[in-house]
């Protein structure tokens, strides 16, 4: 995975200083009335309570606040009032961390291990090799195997030292993989030991106060409650929202999920990349080669199409009708956040919300708000292509990490994903358990995935990598699953249960399904009349491989009986 060139970069940055000269789109005022009116509009369409957003154009910020932050109270939002940001968090923390390699402390391409000696991941090879910038651009392949590693103030010494047999999901820097919490988290422990302090405290020091900020903070704890938005989630435009039951992230998603911040307060941070490094105030926060190096470092990204084609440090990258824009998005449980950076037009948009995230919420307002200012707006998720005949082979079979798997099938000629969600998930949400979809074919390699449910936007999924005619890995979500092996799952075994406790061993069997040993298949669970009965057909390398696996989730709620079986009689099928 090559950087594009550094020349390229600055050339570009050239060009986009003289925009106007050469002819680029005049940017007007925003209509903020007719803005609040139209957001108004859509909080009520989409049942959210509540939006800020700000506008940083040339320099000046512009932000406005629509609805409610509690709906029991129902104390309307303003410009003060402090959201969650999500994953928006990563930007704040890579721009923190690039601090320290502004002052020569870290190299981006020197191993962990020269800063954290005792790092090690079960991979002897990665354990040496993975640096700085495979965590910040989401190419390290570590699984997030941390563990519980509490709500102290070692809690990313603590993940660093779980990690130590954590596998890889993909060879280092072998594609892009996003990590959710992991990643940021090393990069944070690191910062701690060449800081000498704890994230929570460098991130004040080396940004929050630099930055003039009054209202962002890195723990839930430290935000000001009685300007803090209250979370919900929306599980159907009937009912509306719903208080969470999850107010905030644990402490372990800290430097890729935590900081509370403003609109306005996110658009000072955004204000330091169009402005090579320095802040509102006239603070050098980093020098203008680190924001080149952040926004110029760049692996792609297997689906182009959901986010932005490329992946640089702590930023997405964008192609929007040709133009180039840096984004990052973030969902805190219950609250949702959007950061775009459009450096040929000087604007940067911001805005957080105490439900969602939904996609097509956030591009019918942004829209609006670009187009008011006459810049450049989304483009829309591709269509799909009628004619393209593929292999639909290619495609099938399980793609899994732990604790989710997808099954990719092709029946009557359609192509399909299934996945199963966590029973915690799916009541939580009010949803099936079992979920499908049908993929509609853009390109070899990339699908349109619509749904029927109404709370549910479209997205755009990528399978690839084909090695001996099949794919290898399954992208959604930017999260990257790599294709099981099945090659040992040859023995078919039927366990034959008489049920104790019946909800106990459903609801067990439901997350075992999620989470079965790499190779395993699950073709058949089934139930007698009464519920005392059961009998599931595990498809697995050997008896006691299934029978560890079963006894483990549903051991307490049954008493199992475990026997080989003939692979067609198993499933009730004809032997011929």
Not at 256 to 284: H, I, S, W
Request: aromatic share 8%; glycine share 8%; with cysteine.
């Amino acid at each position: 995975m090559g950087n594009f060139s550094l020349t390229a970069f600055e050339m570009q940055r050239s060009l986009f200083s003289l925009g106007k000269k050469r002819g680029a789109p005049m940017t007007r005022a925003l209509d903020v009335p007719r803005m609040r009116a139209r957001v108004s509009e859509l909080l009520a369409e989409y049942r959210i309570p509540s939006a800020v957003i700000g506008v940083l154009r040339d320099g000046e910020i512009t932000d406005f606040a629509v609805g409610v932050k509690n709906i029991s109270t129902r104390e309307p939002a303003t410009t003060d009032t402090i959201y969650q940001c999500g994953s928006v968090s990563k930007t704040w923390t890579a721009l923190a961390f690039m601090q320290l390699v502004d002052e020569g402390k870290v190299a981006l391409d020197e191993p962990v291990r020269t800063y954290l000696p005792d790092f090690r991941v079960a991979d002897p090879d990665v354990s040496a090799k993975v640096t700085p910038r495979h965590l910040l651009n989401h190419t390290n392949g570590i699984e997030e195997s941390y563990g519980d590693p509490g709500e102290d103030d070692d809690v990313y010494e603590r993940m660093v030292a779980n990690i130590a047999g954590a596998s890889q999901v993909h060879p280092l820097g072998h594609t892009h993989g996003y990590s959710a919490a992991l990643g940021y988290a090393i990069l944070a422990r690191i910062m701690e030991v060449i800081d000498g302090k704890r994230w929570d405290d460098i991130m004040k020091d080396r940004l929050f106060d630099p930055l003039g900020l009054t209202s962002t903070s890195s723990r839930h704890e430290h935000a000001d409650q009685n300007r803090a938005a209250t979370g919900y989630l929306i599980r159907s435009l009937e009912e509306g929202p719903i208080l969470s039951p999850l107010d905030h992230l644990p402490r372990s998603f800290g430097p890729g999920g935590n900081v509370n911040t403003t609109a306005r307060e996110l658009l000072t941070m955004a204000y330091v990349f169009l402005n090579e490094g320095k802040a509102p105030n006239g603070t050098r926060i980093v020098s203008p080669g680190i924001i080149r190096e952040m926004t110029e470092s760049r692996v792609p990204i297997p689906d182009p199409y959901m986010f932005g084609p490329e992946w640089a440090l702590g930023l997405i990258v964008c192609d929007w009708h040709g133009q180039t824009v840096y984004a990052h998005d973030g969902s805190a449980v219950s609250q949702s956040a959007r950061l775009r950076i459009l450096p040929e037009s000087n604007i940067a948009v911001s805005m957080l919300a105490n439900a969602g995230p939904r996609d097509s919420f956030y591009r019918k307002v942004f829209n609006e708000i670009l187009a008011d200012l006459g810049a450049v707006t989304i483009p829309d998720l591709p269509e799909p292509d009628p004619t393209l005949a593929l292999d639909l082979s290619r495609y099938e079979g399980s793609y899994e990490r732990p604790g989710t798997r997808y099954e990719v099938a092709a029946e009557h000629g359609k192509l399909h994903l299934r996945f199963t969600l966590n029973p915690m998930e799916a009541q939580l949400l009010d949803k099936p358990e079992q979920l499908d979809y049908e993929l509609l074919p853009i390109s070899e390699t990339h699908f349109l995935m619509p749904s029927n449910d109404p709370l549910e936007d479209p997205q755009t999924v990528a399978i690839y990598d084909f090695k001996n005619g099949a794919a290898q890995y399954l992208h959604l979500n930017c999260r990257v699953n790599p294709r099981v092996n099945e090659e040992g799952a040859t023995m078919h075994v039927m366990a034959v249960s008489t049920i104790s406790d019946t909800d106990g061993f459903w609801d067990c069997l439901k997350t075992a399904y999620g989470r079965l040993p790499k190779g395993a298949k699950w073709t058949l669970a089934v139930a007698s009349t009464d519920g005392t009965k059961a009998v599931n057909v595990i498809v697995h390398d050997s008896i006691d491989g299934v029978r560890t696996f079963f006894e483990d989730h549903a051991g307490a709620f049954a008493t199992t009986d475990y026997f080989e079986a003939d692979a067609s009689n198993a499933v009730g099928l004809p032997t011929t």
